[in-house]
């Protein structure tokens, strides 16, 4: 047991940091013997960076390829990210595509319950980390400030502008670490800006139903799944829950994720124009809609 697993999670302002494995179901489908192996190696790097800088080990958050620390002194938080992500590229792994870790960091105030954190702070780390790809540290313009003059040497940042956060109503300036050696180049932000989508933009925060939106993704990125519906008696928020899914599946669907009502239709004829339509597909050359 690593030292920081003794240590009692800290309350008041500090800052989050959770990680991902990069493609993570198919390193385990290709290569379930080497991936064991990987994540054990992959854990001890984790404990190791988050140790030898005064972090707090949580419960893995979400997937089991993620983990999860806090700190009270936002500086070790990001200098346990810079020694994290350079051990991990350092490592050999065995197998035909390395291992690579998106990090999401954000500082605020932390809500402890029975040994895990809820409220906005942490759900805007987690929504940090999902921005980004395998090797890339993103942080919170409330973390930048608070390190902004003490980070490692010859890190800097690199201002990626302000993106919307799933489920969250207020934007986040985001930053990447620009670690010297690493890579520093990635692809736009998974935000909702970059990828195609026309999903209503939410003015509340999405609270409380973190589980089902967890089950409605295990099932939809089943690839024997093609269709899924959900029921229930109106006004229990079915609606929302299936917008908030469809913003979590974005980064498994890079041609787009697409909100299209269908109530207002009572001609079922317009269905396939009508999706069409949505989804840019122009109609003609002789193809039915559907087709």
Do not use: C
Request: no cysteine; proline share 7%.
């Amino acid at each position: 047991m690593s030292q920081s697993l003794q240590k009692e999670l800290p309350t008041g302002t500090i800052t989050f940091l959770l990680t991902d494995i990069e493609g993570s179901t198919e390193l385990w489908e290709q290569n379930p013997e080497s991936m064991r192996a990987a994540l054990i190696r992959h854990d001890a790097i984790f404990d190791a960076a988050v140790d030898a800088h005064s972090g707090v080990h949580v419960r893995p958050r979400g997937e089991g390829d993620s983990r999860f620390a806090v700190f009270q002194d936002a500086v070790d938080a990001v200098a346990a990210a810079v020694e994290f992500q350079r051990n991990i590229a350092l490592e050999t792994w065995g197998m035909p595509n390395p291992v690579r870790v998106r990090i999401g960091m954000h500082t605020g105030v932390a809500d402890l319950r029975m040994g895990d954190y809820y409220g906005s702070a942490v759900n805007r780390s987690a929504r940090m980390r999902g921005l980004g790809h395998g090797g890339q540290s993103l942080l919170s313009l409330t973390t930048k400030e608070l390190v902004q003059d003490n980070l490692p040497t010859g890190v800097i940042f690199a201002d990626l502008g302000y993106h919307t956060l799933k489920g969250l109503s207020r934007p986040e300036n985001v930053f990447q670490l620009l670690i010297p050696g690493l890579s520093q180049e990635f692809p736009a932000l998974k935000s909702l800006e970059n990828l195609p989508n026309n999903l209503p933009a939410q003015t509340t925060e999405f609270i409380g139903r973190k589980d089902q939106v967890a089950e409605i993704v295990e099932n939809l990125r089943k690839r024997s799944v093609r269709l899924l519906t959900l029921t229930g008696p109106g006004g229990t928020g079915k609606t929302r829950l299936s917008q908030e899914t469809a913003a979590e599946m974005l980064e498994y669907f890079p041609d787009g994720v697409f909100f299209i009502p269908l109530a207002p239709i009572s001609d079922p004829e317009r269905v396939p124009t009508t999706i069409a339509r949505t989804i840019g597909v122009r109609e003609g050359g002789g193809l039915p809609p559907l087709e």
